[in-house]
């Protein structure tokens, strides 16, 4: 959002310097002013300003139109790699099996502080350390393959924020394709909270009802939503929290959710098997 130049710079250094692999980077501009530029001069980094704000998926969704590589990461201005092996190791990791569809990043706070628990995209999360599958992924901090991304139909933009990666997860999967965590990939981030946003908990508990609606069977869809306004209820209590929530909630079953294509009940069952059934 052009808000952020010294992170910036060295975010798409990290990117630029990685060893032994072709990289290009698509630097969209999400709602800038007209007359703003890219802190490094590189050919190898092309600029892409969009008049208006449209979201972080709808921004990713425009950096994907924008490039050619096989391979895509995203990376928020505030990140960076702090491995110039990182896109070798993910080179190799891809080539290994072709039913690699995404890999999701370990993140790390680079001030050294402890790691956050919603980083680790699985119910067992306590030790970040530790490499598995999983059935979603951390946006700002992976790597997938173009075929997965096309066979999901790309991020949902609508959503704006909040949930997306887990659509293009979950449709990822259903077209067969897998998706790990993978602690040896890392990606160093900031520690902040997601409630430091104003719309948080109205656009998690909107999207959180598109998703379902979107992307699960009828009775897998309202078990998923009836957990997750349980869950809600028992963790945040406070007035403040649960209005804006409930009111996303209910805007979530008035507006339309878009291209509905529910998983396969196998899809299903893999997940649980996974680890994490598409309820919780």
Not at 26 to 33: H, K, M, P, Q, T
Not at 205 to 217: H, M
Not at 261 to 270: D, G
Request: hydrophobic share 40%; proline share 8%; charged share 25%.
């Amino acid at each position: 959002m052009g808000n952020r130049p010294v992170e910036l710079d060295r975010s798409i250094r990290s990117a630029l310097n990685q060893k032994d692999v072709d990289v290009e980077v698509i630097l969209v501009g999400n709602g800038v002013r007209g007359d703003w530029e890219s802190p490094v001069d590189d050919a190898r980094v092309k600029t892409y300003l969009l008049p208006e704000n449209l979201g972080i998926p709808g921004g990713r969704n425009k950096g994907v139109e924008f490039s050619a590589g096989e391979l895509i990461l995203f990376l928020d201005d505030d990140g960076y790699y702090p491995s110039l092996e990182l896109g070798k190791r993910l080179e190799g990791m891809f080539a290994a099996d072709p039913a690699l569809g995404i890999v999701s990043f370990q993140v790390k706070d680079p001030e050294g502080g402890p790691g956050q628990r919603r980083h680790v995209p699985r119910l067992r999360s306590g030790d970040p350390d530790r490499s598995s599958p999983v059935t979603t992924f951390l946006g700002g901090a992976c790597a997938m393959r173009r075929t997965a991304f096309d066979a999901a139909g790309g991020l949902p933009a609508d959503f704006f924020y909040a949930h997306e990666e887990t659509d293009l997860a979950w449709r990822a999967l259903d077209a067969g394709f897998t998706i790990v965590y993978d602690a040896g990939s890392v990606m160093c981030h900031p520690a902040v909270l997601p409630t430091r946003h104003a719309m948080f908990y109205r656009y998690n508990a909107r999207n959180r009802v598109w998703l379902a609606k979107r992307n699960l069977p009828w009775p897998i869809a309202l078990t998923y939503i009836a957990v997750w306004m349980t869950l809600t209820v028992l963790r945040e209590r406070r007035p403040a929290a649960l209005k804006p929530w409930f009111q996303g909630f209910a805007e979530g079953w008035r507006t339309p959710s878009g291209d509905r294509r529910p998983i396969k009940y196998r899809t299903a069952w893999r997940m649980t098997r996974t680890g994490r059934p598409p309820i919780i």
